[in-house]
């Protein structure tokens, strides 16, 4: 299986065409956030899928140590029941 993950060379130089590489910047840099308050729910809810998970950097563009602290954030968060672990969805 790993070994065919060697992509084909005529498909390379067209990979990335479609969307262009804007660079994220990571909110909390801007904000010059030096600790996430995990009782502001409403900047912990925005970095949480409709599920409930932890959105992750890749999409968010927030840097890793703002990561981790969101991450401990959210955690605490859900333990006090402010934000859910599991958002209730449609059976
Ligand atoms: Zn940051």
Same mark, same amino acid.
Not at 42 to 68: E, Y
Not at 70 to 90: C, D, G, T
């Given at each position: 299986?790993?070994? *065919?993950?060697?992509? *084909?060379?005529?498909?390379?130089?067209?990979?990335?065409?479609?969307?262009?590489?804007?660079?994220?910047?990571?909110?909390?840099?801007? *904000?010059?956030?030096?600790?996430?308050?995990?009782? *502001?729910?409403?900047?912990?809810?925005?970095?949480?899928?409709?599920?409930?998970?932890?959105?992750?950097?890749?999409?968010?563009?927030?840097?890793?140590?703002?990561?981790?602290?969101?991450?401990?954030?959210?955690?605490?968060?859900?333990?006090?029941?402010?934000?859910?672990?599991?958002?209730?969805?449609?059976?």
């Amino acid at each position: 299986m790993a070994r *065919d993950t060697k992509r *084909d060379p005529k498909k390379k130089g067209e990979k990335r065409e479609k969307r262009p590489m804007r660079k994220k910047k990571c909110k909390f840099c801007l *904000d010059r956030v030096t600790h996430i308050d995990y009782k *502001d729910e409403r900047r912990v809810r925005r970095f949480m899928t409709d599920r409930g998970k932890i959105t992750p950097r890749r999409i968010t563009g927030t840097c890793a140590k703002h990561q981790r602290m969101l991450a401990a954030a959210v955690k605490r968060a859900r333990l006090i029941a402010l934000v859910p672990y599991v958002r209730e969805y449609y059976r």
